[in-house]
């Protein structure tokens, strides 16, 4: 009998470590070795660096700016991290997410770590008196440093003197220090650069456009295509079903992984289609639940007056007047001010955000009281959403 369940055993921690391993594959935090599509911003970021890190090199300024998701921290250190692999400690890289400060100040005592490799405690007017002064002076001896910055949109302060102080340390071109800040927003130099700095930045400024759908699909299927663990014919379904739900290659990437989550949950030997399709469905819920939770007080009633509606009757459709009289009522519970105007523009508003679905006009129902609508989004659903809100004002 043991005998016997020994083999199934066995395949099953197969297909669990293939699952697994797919999973680690698709960590957000796993650089990919290939970065499709971004061969031109490889090249770029790749000729800057062997130029500020050749023996004549100077200090520089990078600025890389793009929407999340577009791969510009993936395509940073990727590149950093080839051009390691091929010069070996002839300079010295270090990378800081300025999210994961709890302070933005930080900063200076990271950076000074990192090049003192002293573990003593530092305090942040120290460690940042020490790398201006450090920039300051030149010392042919030290290797260049190059400073990544990611996420440089959490770096701004109300007087943008950290920023100033980091791009100031550029200026001394014989010190060999150059910073390569990544942020989301194109225009951040112009707003908190001095001009000086900002134009000194020149033709060394890379934006990330958002991946098409056709590139996400691509990029999905390249970096699914060295795994097992999903059908064949899932791994291009699902790229194209994924690219056409969102163009953030980040969320893309998501619904890959909770779909094989999912697969594991199910004890599933391979990440099937049903998989994918269940990710896509919570993670579309998941955005929904967002909007919902950004409702103003008026929109909650609206749209707990669309569900009692649709509840009490049974019937998926009703018109405005029939909503709107549940809302004037439950508005009333709430201390609440309900009048027409405000729902005809929440009305708008929830149908944008696809959480009611409103009829085109006929000749007929102009009039909005005659309105037909219904939810967008499955009842059970929207009995969930309501229930998880919490009237900040109840106990
Ligand atoms: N061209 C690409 N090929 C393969 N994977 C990519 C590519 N671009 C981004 N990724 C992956 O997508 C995710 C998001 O990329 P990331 O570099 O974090 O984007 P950003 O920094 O612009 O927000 C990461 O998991 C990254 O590895
Ligand atoms: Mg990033």
């Given at each position: 009998m043991a005998k016997s369940k020994t083999p199934t055993r066995a395949a099953n921690k197969e297909v669990k470590n293939l699952i697994e391993d797919l999973l680690k594959k698709l960590h957000t935090s796993e650089v990919p070795e290939d970065l499709p599509c971004r061969g031109e911003q490889i090249n770029k970021i790749e000729k800057f660096l062997r130029s500020v890190i050749s023996p004549n090199g100077e200090s520089s300024a990078m600025y890389i700016s793009g929407v999340p998701g577009t791969g510009k921290t993936a395509t940073v250190q990727t590149v950093v991290r080839r051009l390691e692999d091929e010069v070996g400690p002839t300079f010295k890289a270090i990378y800081i997410?300025?999210?994961?400060?709890?302070?933005?100040?930080e900063f200076f005592v990271r950076v000074y770590k990192e090049i003192t490799q002293d573990s003593k405690r530092v305090g942040i007017t120290t460690a940042r008196r020490h790398l201006n002064l450090l920039f300051q002076s030149i010392d042919r001896k030290r290797p260049p440093i190059i400073i990544m910055i990611d996420e440089l949109d959490h770096m701004c302060t109300k007087r943008q003197e950290l920023i100033y102080d980091i791009f100031n340390?550029?200026?001394?071109?014989?010190?060999?220090v150059t910073v390569i800040a990544i942020a989301n927003t194109l225009d951040l130099p112009e707003r908190m650069l001095s001009q000086r700095i900002a134009s000194r930045l020149g033709s060394n400024r890379l934006t990330f456009e958002p991946y098409t759908h056709q590139q996400i699909q691509s990029i999905i299927t390249a970096r699914l295509s060295d795994t097992t663990a999903f059908d064949d014919q899932v791994v291009e379904l699902a790229g194209r079903k994924v690219a056409a739900i969102s163009g953030d290659l980040r969320k893309a990437i998501e619904i890959l992984r909770r779909a094989a989550e999912l697969a594991l949950d199910a004890k599933a030997s391979r990440v099937s289609l049903e998989h994918v399709q269940s990710s896509i469905a919570e993670t579309q819920s998941s955005i929904r639940m967002g909007y919902f939770q950004s409702l103003s007080e008026h929109g909650i009633e609206l749209f707990r007056a669309a569900t009692t509606q649709v509840m009490t009757t049974g019937v998926e459709e009703f018109r405005f007047y029939e909503l709107f009289k549940h809302y004037l009522s439950f508005c009333a519970g709430q201390g609440l001010d309900g009048n027409e105007l405000i729902a005809r523009e929440i009305i708008c508003t929830l149908s944008s955000m696809r959480l009611i679905i409103v009829a085109a006009t006929t000749a007929h129902s102009h009039n909005w009281w005659h309105r037909k609508m219904q939810l967008g989004v499955p009842l059970q659903e929207a009995l969930d959403f309501l229930k998880s809100y919490k009237n900040p004002d109840s106990p």
């Open positions: 997410n300025a999210m994961e400060l709890i302070d933005p100040k340390w550029t200026t001394n071109e014989r010190a060999r």
